[in-house]
């Protein structure tokens, strides 16, 4: 089945540890995105990458890194720096980065304590 | 600053109403809006707008955007509780620099529906 895995689902880390999620996509897609999504805040753009071995900064790159070595897989590093890591994640694809309608996984939330 | 506001950002129905949800926006370079629900976890497609005027139709829910206006509506008719859910519209704009261009998505911050049996 193509789709897009995120792995875990729940994530617990103590403050100041870096901690890294996975994100996975067998659908031969160019580029992938990473959001964060808080309570009444909608999706918020952290790093997106149209193709290996780019990516660009979002809205919300502060305290965050990423890394696009294989086509298939984009994971984010949440890094101590971010001053308020505790958020659901989630990742996301499209065909090409000109196209408007992307496929999600299913996220990850991570508890920072 | 480019921005998409939705409203209601809650709403509550019973079984059987009909209920519109709102997206307006104020985007530079606009390019789509999509509508997409999120239940418990990833969002999934609904529909892709990109002409004024055509409403587009799966099943009960509908949607048509105004690009004159710079708005659009998700319409959901007889909702069911399997309805209930975050709906989330995102406007799709593309950012110009030299040697290409990309697509991005402005998201809204959703409505959240309940439909109460």
């Known amino acids: 089945d193509g789709g897009i895995t995120q792995s875990p689902k729940y994530l617990f880390r103590k403050e100041g540890q870096n901690v890294t999620l996975s994100c996975e996509q067998n659908l031969n897609h160019d580029a992938m995105y990473w959001y964060r999504q808080d309570p009444g805040q909608g999706l918020r753009l952290i790093y997106y990458?149209?193709?290996?071995?780019?990516?660009q900064k979002g809205d919300i790159a502060e305290g965050y890194s990423v890394s696009r070595e294989k086509k298939e897989s984009f994971p984010l590093t949440v890094t101590s720096a971010q001053k308020n890591p505790t958020a659901f994640y989630l990742c996301?694809?499209?065909?090409?980065?000109?196209?408007?309608?992307?496929?999600f996984g299913p996220g990850t939330r991570l508890t920072v304590t | 600053e480019d921005k998409v506001v939705q409203s209601p950002l809650s709403l509550v129905v019973h079984e059987g109403d009909t209920v519109t949800l709102n997206c307006s926006y104020e985007?530079?370079?606009?390019?789509?809006l999509l509508w997409y629900k999120q239940e418990k976890k990833a969002p999934t497609f609904l529909f892709m707008l990109t002409s004024s005027g055509i409403e587009k139709k799966s099943g009960r829910l509908s949607s048509i955007l105004d690009k004159k206006e710079l708005f659009s509506i998700l319409n959901i008719t007889a909702t069911q509780t399997g309805d209930s859910a975050i709906y989330l519209c995102a406007v799709g704009e593309v950012y110009f620099y030299y040697g290409g261009s990309q697509g991005n998505l402005i998201f809204g911050k959703g409505t959240k529906l309940s439909v109460k049996p």
């Open positions: 990458s149209q193709i290996v071995n780019d990516f």
């Open positions: 985007v530079t370079n606009f390019r789509s």
């Open positions: 996301a694809s499209s065909p090409d980065s000109s196209s408007y309608e992307q496929y």
